[in-house]
């Protein structure tokens, strides 16, 4: 494997689209070889998987992670969200609250 000197700086266009892919593999989530075979286009035999395994496999976990964490707080949030209104409102106003959070919710999710 070649050191950092040994190599040119990449462009601007290049990084962006590093950056790009990172950032569509980060919102829709995968594997890691999904992350290097699909998104950024390795050959299957090109050798890349173990290559770039270490800081690869590292923002793929990290990626998984920080979904698991937005997942647990939007369901702990929904739990919360649930008691609270139960004991403030009678049921049709729950009904129509929980309603309201999951509008709000899904909306985060895709935004």
Do not use: C
């Amino acid at each position: 494997m070649k050191t950092e000197k040994e190599f040119e700086r990449p462009t601007i266009d290049q990084v962006k689209w590093v950056f790009d892919v990172l950032w569509k593999h980060a919102r829709e989530g995968g594997s890691y070889r999904y992350l290097i075979y699909d998104l950024l286009g390795f050959a299957e035999d090109s050798g890349v998987y173990h290559e770039l395994l270490d800081p690869g496999m590292a923002l793929n976990n990290l990626f998984a992670e920080f979904e698991n964490m937005q997942i647990r707080k939007e369901v702990d949030l929904d739990a919360s969200a649930q008691r609270v209104a139960g004991k403030l409102f009678g049921l049709k106003q729950v009904k129509d609250f929980i309603v309201e959070l999951e509008k709000q919710v899904h909306e985060n999710r895709h935004s």
